[in-house]
């Protein structure tokens, strides 16, 4: 086992070495919620490996990590094509020799009413949400599975039990990422390996052009949607994502943790 457990300790997840000598990849990492996670992995001691499509914007995130004291590399990826995402791999342990931690955040979606999706825009969110995911998972987890062990956090949403609306290319891709990390919680975890997922309010630490949609649904963000009376921060869905990384989450896996705010009390569906 690579992270042998002392069931007599308690972990403090917020100790500057709580991800000590781990080694994370961060798709997703240069913006948003992926920042945010890796902004907070960099606190505690982690290595990172930041990647995306946008390599301007991974130098710059990776400077900033950098000034926290961690070692950070950048690797242009689009998650969509499997040989750059076994180039991200490659790259990675060249540079550290292993990988402990896959977070799965890079995505994709755009609003609009299901009767006039396109079949190109279905499978661009499809593609990059579902079938990125999963190939970012396989090539890292024949990885894991060689070390003995290793932790995979998707990020996902409430939206597949939930449904979203003007979202159904999304909403179907997450669900599709939802069942994949129950299934290879269950299949993986005899190679010690962990997985588990996050389910941010969609908003949080994403842009969506909502300009085209109905005045009613523009308005349904407001504060009243949210019991604690606001949306949620990138940072709180990373305080999340590095209980889940952590030992302090040793024994949990197959799990998708709801960070919304309990943003689905009372909901009422949307006015026609």
């Known amino acids: 086992m690579p992270y042998p457990i002392n069931s007599n300790v308690m972990y403090d997840v917020y100790s500057p070495v709580a991800l000590k000598d781990r080694v994370a990849i961060v798709t997703g990492g240069g913006t948003g919620l992926g920042k945010a996670i890796a902004t907070e992995f960099a606190r505690v001691g982690a290595s990172l490996a ?40 490659a790259r990675t342990l060249e540079e550290f020799g292993r990988i402990d ?66 979202a159904a290319h999304s909403a179907a891709s997450k669900a599709g990422v939802w069942s994949m990390t129950k299934t290879l919680a269950a299949e993986w975890g005899k190679y010690n390996i962990r997985v588990n997922g996050i389910a941010p309010l969609a908003p949080v630490g994403n842009t969506i052009n909502r300009s085209s949609l109905p005045e009613n649904v523009r308005r349904g963000g407001g504060s009243s949607r949210y019991p604690l009376g606001r949306a949620g921060k990138p940072q709180e869905i990373a305080w999340a994502a590095l209980f889940l990384a952590s030992d302090a989450s040793s024994y949990v896996t197959g799990h998708t943790l709801d960070v919304t705010g309990a943003s689905w009390l009372g909901r009422r569906p949307q006015e026609e």
């Open 50 to 89: 930041l990647a995306a499509r946008n390599l301007e914007r991974l130098d710059l995130a990776a400077e900033e990590l950098r000034a926290l004291g961690a070692r950070v590399i950048t690797v242009q990826t689009d998650i969509r094509e499997v040989e750059q995402v076994r180039g991200m791999v």
């Open 101 to 166: 931690i896959l977070v799965n955040n890079a995505a994709g979606r755009f609003d609009i009413p299901s009767e006039n999706l396109s079949k190109n825009g279905w499978y661009v969110v499809v593609n990059t949400v579902l079938n990125g995911t999963w190939y970012c998972t396989q090539e890292v987890g024949r990885v894991m599975i060689k070390q003995g062990g290793g932790n995979i956090i998707n990020i996902i949403s409430n939206s597949p039990w939930l449904g979203s609306v003007y």
